[in-house]
């Protein structure tokens, strides 16, 4: 059951932060672990919980790929989980943020628990929250488009602007 983290980086231009709530749709393509088989545009939500079958677990997202004898789940870790606590990956990071100081680097924001699947890509549409340096806080902000997000902050008279986002997934340990 490997941790899988999303890494993301960004260019930020007046931006204090970007918040990725816990209410936050991941949407993600997945691969089976054990093949090449992709399933694309799936959505997972750490409050949404189903039951797994043939099983007395539970899991915020379910897939059963073709030939698999099993169905494949993936959770969304949250921080106080006791898996976490001794993992050096995680020593000075609050999930769930992606703070000015990462600027252009790559920073983790989600961690998931992964069993017979595995997300491969990340579609950053959102709903996120954007809090300028100025402290305005923009709700509702989707990353995807190629060319940025760019709003103004008319109470400090600046533009603010995301672009340049990117992301990698690696094995939290």
């Given amino acids: 059951m490997p941790f899988v983290g999303l890494y993301v980086k960004a260019e ?4 204090a932060k970007i918040e990725f709530a816990e209410t936050t749709d991941w949407t993600l393509d997945v691969q089976q672990s054990s093949s090449d088989e992709i399933r694309e545009r799936i959505t997972i939500n750490g409050q949404e919980e ?10 915020n997202f379910i897939v059963k ?15 106080g989980r006791k898996e976490l606590k001794d993992m050096k990956t995680l020593k000075g990071v609050t999930l769930g943020v992606y703070p000015e ?23 950053p549409v959102g709903p996120f929250t954007v809090t300028s340096k100025g402290g305005k806080v923009f709700q509702d ?10 709003e103004y902050d008319e109470g400090s008279e600046m533009s603010v602007m995301i672009s340049g986002v990117g992301f990698e997934f690696k094995v939290v340990k």
């Fill in 12 to 15: 930020l231009e007046n931006v």
């Fill in 50 to 59: 189903f039951e797994v079958p043939n099983s007395k677990g539970t899991a």
């Fill in 65 to 79: 790929f073709e030939g698999a004898k099993a169905f494949s789940t993936m959770n969304m870790v949250v921080a």
């Fill in 101 to 123: 100081s990462a600027e252009g680097k790559m920073s983790l924001v989600a961690i998931f628990d992964c069993r017979g699947a595995e997300p491969c890509k990340w579609y």
């Fill in 141 to 150: 902000v989707d990353l995807s488009d190629e060319d940025g997000w760019c």
